[in-house]
């Protein structure tokens, strides 16, 4: 009864319940849109740092604190045995989806051919261990991260940022984009080659073709100190350059194959800075985090065990900051909502006072014309509330069609905008709860006052 009063006194007022209806849900409409890129903040930024980083990281104890500084003791030192350990266990095996070992050093490059020389901060990869990683999309939120261009059996090969290729200048050989070469060169590279492929024939031909596209790479001379502190060099190509995230970073960063990188600054031993473990179920992670410490600990391995976001904190302050934006939208809309329907419930009163009057003399009780103005108040915000959802459905659709993308203040590659609205049942439930109950909280204090109408003034109200 209560309610069929409520919706035909909506109904009666139509102009200004639509206005308040769509107000809700506009406000509504901007909280799911934003919550839904949050989401995809979320999972999307979190994947391509897995992508990169795997899970989980195993490292030899306090290497975090001191290692950088002293990459000779805090180094895993017979990463194979390590790795055969942990696949030999079932459990762990069934969940595990790539493990790598990684080496991370410094030193110093140099190009003979431009007399350039710059220091380095690299990285020895497995490439088809990373290729792979790359690949994976565990909660499918389709974000791709192109491959190395290194490859597994050519240990020669190598990959440099962008801002490294302009620092020694290599942006005319490897021909990138938007790149310019330093005008100081001391020396200028030769562009121009003698064709002569066409002398001769089958495999010499091939052998030719090859080292000609060696040519056209550029060799990089890296210095490095090894473990035992002595000077060591080695030669790479530069395949290609690729933009990373920092700018510091891409101006000294070198990608290199693992065998390589482990000749340079261990020598032969097989030793390891890092072993990355990648998982095939993402929800999984603390629980085989747990086991493959528990593992290390019962085998007396002097190893511990990371998450990506422990090493690396950058995903938790992005994610932190905005859920805090979205947290102040989210009260600013709100405020705005609560003005909304006070004033709406207020008008209501101020023109049915003669009808509050006229109620109270019928015998009804204060608190039926608290339950008559609240139903009402409810009903907007059910309305809206719904209006608010079917609009950021339609919105997201649109939007997620329209295969928009931006680049994380983490991230190198840009990732795809997907608004993940039904995809955060939890959060578009909160949201909706939200609106309903700031509805029924902002009409408390107009129909209380309402209730406390004197019912002889209330009557010969004009």
Avoid at 196 to 217: F, H, P, R, T
Avoid at 263 to 283: I, S
Wanted: neutral net charge; contains cysteine; glycine residues 6%.
């Amino acid at each position: 009864m209560i309610w069929l009063i409520a919706l035909r006194n909506l109904l009666k007022n139509g102009r200004r319940s639509v206005i308040t209806i769509t107000s809700i849900g506009i406000g509504g409409l901007a909280m799911m849109l934003f919550g839904g890129f949050v989401t995809s903040i979320y999972f999307g930024v979190q994947t391509s740092m897995i992508q990169e980083q795997g899970q989980l990281q195993i490292y030899q104890k306090d290497y975090l604190k001191f290692g950088a500084a002293d990459p000779d003791n805090y180094a895993i030192d017979n990463y194979q045995a390590v790795t055969d350990l942990l696949l030999r266990d079932p459990v762990l095996k069934k969940e595990i989806s790539v493990i790598t070992p990684q080496i991370y050093l410094a030193g110093i490059a140099g190009v003979v051919t431009t007399d350039n020389s710059k220091t380095f901060q690299g990285r020895g990869i497995e490439p088809e261990a990373v290729d792979k990683m790359r690949q994976w999309d565990g909660w499918h939120v389709q974000v791709s991260t192109p491959p190395t261009g290194l490859q597994q059996n050519n240990r020669e090969g190598s990959v440099i940022g962008v801002g490294m290729a302009r620092l020694l200048g290599l942006c005319k050989p490897l021909e990138i984009p938007n790149c310019q070469d330093p005008p100081s060169l001391k020396k200028i590279i030769a562009d121009e080659g003698i064709d002569v492929s066409g002398l001769i024939d089958g495999e010499d031909k091939e052998q030719l073709n090859q080292q000609i596209d060696n040519e056209k790479s550029t060799q990089l001379n890296l210095l490095a100190a090894s473990a035992e502190g002595a000077p060591n060099i080695v030669s790479v190509y530069v395949k290609k350059a690729q933009t990373q995230a920092q700018r510091a970073l891409d101006n000294a960063f070198i990608m290199m194959h693992f065998e390589l990188a482990r000749e340079l600054l261990y020598g032969d031993q097989p030793r390891a800075t890092v072993l990355l473990v990648q998982l095939k179920d993402p929800n999984q992670a603390e629980r085989v985090k747990q086991l493959i410490q528990r593992k290390l600990n019962d085998a007396g391995m002097n190893q511990e065990v990371f998450h990506f976001n422990e090493v690396d904190p950058s995903f938790d302050r992005i994610f932190a900051m905005f859920s805090f934006i979205f947290g102040v939208v989210s009260l600013f809309l709100g405020i705005v909502i609560i003005f909304t329907i006070t004033n709406t419930i207020n008008l209501t009163v101020m023109e049915r006072v003669s009808e509050i009057g006229t109620i109270r003399a019928m015998g009804f009780r204060r608190s039926f014309i608290m339950r008559m103005f609240m139903s009402e108040s409810a009903l907007m915000g059910l309305f809206g509330t719904l209006t608010a959802l079917i609009l950021a459905l339609i919105a997201s659709t649109i939007i997620n069609n329209m295969k928009l993308n931006w680049t994380p203040p983490s991230n190198a590659t840009p990732i795809v905008i997907n608004l993940m609205v039904l995809e955060n049942p939890m959060l578009t439930l909160s949201i909706m709860a939200f609106l309903f109950s700031l509805s029924v909280l902002a009409a408390i204090w107009p129909t209380y006052k309402a209730s406390r109408m004197n019912m002889i003034s209330a009557i010969h109200h004009a």
